[in-house]
């Protein structure tokens, strides 16, 4: 593991904490609003997630991210159909995603080891507001997540859609290993599980 991944799993700066999270809404607010623009056939398209700026402490501003997603998800839904703008909004969501994991993949100094994805993962969910482990069951290795801040503002429709970004991110971080999530606080779940696949078990 190298010196920067372990000192930020170490200390996280509050500033670190804001400007990964600008990043991610930047990215994944971005993503929707081109989907809903391509929706609507919109003759005058722009980038509104650069106009968008989160403000406040960093829970103020995870707030601000998931009520936009949420907009965005209703809007797109709206548009497509429930169906189709599920499909579309989660491939999109986990490009972007995947996108992003790369980039803080080299950020950070992300190896290819389960000990520096994990590490980075914790990184990144701390910024969210998200804590978790890795535990291994009979039937294979799970992320379960017990806390999520997001889940207090996420509909189930909008948390579905922006678990692909949290998928892509992983891939991201590590192109050897596989993420899906298969319960979900939104949905009544107690918690949040993704299976985690090493590339010679991925399908």
């Known amino acids: 593991m190298g010196f920067k991944l372990r000192f930020l ?3 996280t700066p509050k500033k670190f904490q804001k400007k990964g999270l600008d990043e991610l809404a930047k990215y994944t607010i971005s993503g929707l609003d081109k989907l809903v ?3 609507e056939n919109s003759d005058a398209k722009c980038d509104k997630a650069s106009a968008i700026v989160l403000t406040g402490n960093i829970e103020e501003r995870r707030r601000d991210m998931a009520i936009i997603h949420n907009e965005k ?6 548009a497509l159909g429930h169906e189709h703008a599920m499909e579309l ?3 999109t969501m986990f490009n972007e995603g995947l996108l992003l994991g790369k980039k803080f993949r080299k950020l950070l100094g ?3 080891s389960l ?7 914790k990184i990144l969910y701390k910024v969210l507001g998200i804590e978790f482990r890795v535990k291994e069951y009979e039937n294979g290795m799970f992320l379960v997540v017990n806390h999520c801040s997001l889940s207090k503002y996420y509909t189930s429709d909008t948390c579905k859609v922006l678990s692909g970004a949290d998928e892509g991110v992983v891939q991201g971080l590590n192109p050897h290993i596989k993420m899906n999530f298969t319960e979900r606080m939104t949905d009544g779940a107690s918690c949040c599980m993704a299976s985690i696949q ?4 991925a399908k």
């Open 9 to 11: 799993s170490w200390w």
């Open 110 to 112: 992300v190896g290819n």
């Open 73 to 78: 998800t209703e809007e797109l839904i709206k």
């Open 37 to 39: 623009d391509d929706s």
């Open 89 to 91: 909004g989660y491939k």
């Open 198 to 201: 090493f590339e010679d078990d």
């Open 115 to 121: 000990e520096d994805l994990i590490t980075a993962a």
